[in-house]
């Protein structure tokens, strides 16, 4: 008798291969520039197929997407705008400290934290 999932493993990246890796925007984000300057990010959520399978038996419609909304602050956003395709984690991380004269250390802590949490909400990947 099982009690508990297993976990799935994650792949282990060792550091330099991480900030090596090119942050790539998804594209089904819509990006508004603010007149602040700021950004705010529309982007479907997916819904489980289950869900949406229960849904249209209940109802007889399709289930509309739905999506929700990510207004970045200032620094959000000068990150956001580095993320091109082209520069690594390392680069962008580079420039953000050049921009806002960061200690490179304090630098890699904000912009990874940041990257990690736009990957957790599908707004982003990664590619080697």
């Not at 994650?10 to 900030?19: I, M, T, V």
């Not at 982007?43 to 109802?59: D, E, M, N, Q």
């Not at 953000?96 to 934290?113: C, D, G, N």
């Amino acid at each position: 008798m099982v009690l508990f999932k297993k976990q799935r493993e994650h792949p282990k990246f060792s550091r330099d291969r991480a900030l090596n890796c090119k942050p790539v925007k998804n594209i089904q984000v819509y990006e508004t520039r603010l007149e602040t300057g700021t950004v705010m990010l529309t982007y479907p959520v997916g819904t489980r197929p289950w869900v949406a399978a229960l849904i249209k038996r209940f109802s007889g419609a399709v289930q509309k997407p739905i999506t929700k909304k990510l207004e970045l602050d200032t620094l959000g956003s000068a990150v956001w705008d580095l993320l091109d395709g082209k520069r690594s984690v390392k680069q962008v991380i580079r420039e953000f400290s050049k921009s806002y004269r960061l200690h490179s250390k304090e630098a890699e802590m904000s912009v990874t934290q940041f990257l990690r949490h736009l990957g957790k909400r599908g707004l982003i990947g990664f590619k080697e």
